[in-house]
């Protein structure tokens, strides 16, 4: 009978007491809650439009609790880690790092941070590699003949890329120019019947594409050829510099400037010209 007791006595102590622990793990709960709090925020502390800051003037810099060199450190950070504010008291604020720890850092150990990658070239989201793909590009604009007047030129070009940067291109253009005067004309101060005949060149070369991948696609370019300047072959090469302006996945627009150097005039009067070539049009990827 006295065991009896003894056992009820000690199941009783036992469910009295399960009120009080469990009193316990709530009150820790809400000290835990309590110290998260005071983590994130001082009393005296003020909300601030949230901004990109970089660590500096330190290899390695502490997060704190709170805003004082007396609290206890969250995590550290390295030197040029951005973090992100969003409040602040005194010379102290509250940042979060790219893994969301948040701390207090102070003001001297921190930089406003540009956000680089607004400067950055975007690949273009059409077509993000045009290796391999053929294009054909028309064109129209000016031809000036060295020593002669202006001319409308008109042509084609027709490529294929070897890798996103390199081009193989071949290319024909037409014109006519009016001829003003002869270099023997220019010695004695004669003036003879003007004359004015047809310029055809074509020529195959490399094109290197500065910035490849973009919308806009600077471009070098070299080319060896030929052109037909009133009824003889001149050889000629040329060095060009132009852009391409992507307006769509395959369609894009391009202006170029070309030097056309070669040796005109006959047997006695031989000289070696700039033949200039500015020119605009609208070029296909198939």
Known sequence: MARTFFVCCFFLGTALALPSVAGSAADGVAADSTTLTSVATAPDSMVIPRQRLSVRHTQIAVLRAGAG??????????????????????????????????????????????????????????????????????????????????????????????????????????TRVERNTFIIEQLFNLRIEEETFDVFFYEAGLNVHLLPRRRVVPFVGAALGATVLNSRVEPTWSLGIGTLAFVSRRIALRWEIRDHRLEAGNQFTRFTGDNIEFSAGTQVLF
């Open 69 to 174: 060199a007396h609290h206890p450190i969250v995590t550290t950070v390295q030197e040029e880690q951005v973090l992100v504010a969003d409040a602040r008291t005194g010379p102290w604020f509250h940042v979060t790092t790219p893994e969301g720890l948040s701390g207090w850092l102070h003001e001297s150990l921190l930089a406003n941070d540009v956000d680089r990658t607004q400067f950055q070239f975007k690949p273009d989201p059409g077509r993000l590699e045009r290796q391999g793909s053929l294009s054909l590009a028309l064109y129209a604009g000016s031809y000036a003949a060295d020593r002669e007047d202006n001319g409308f030129l008109y042509g084609a070009r027709f490529g294929y890329a070897f890798t996103s940067r390199f081009t193989f291109e071949v290319a024909a253009g037409r």
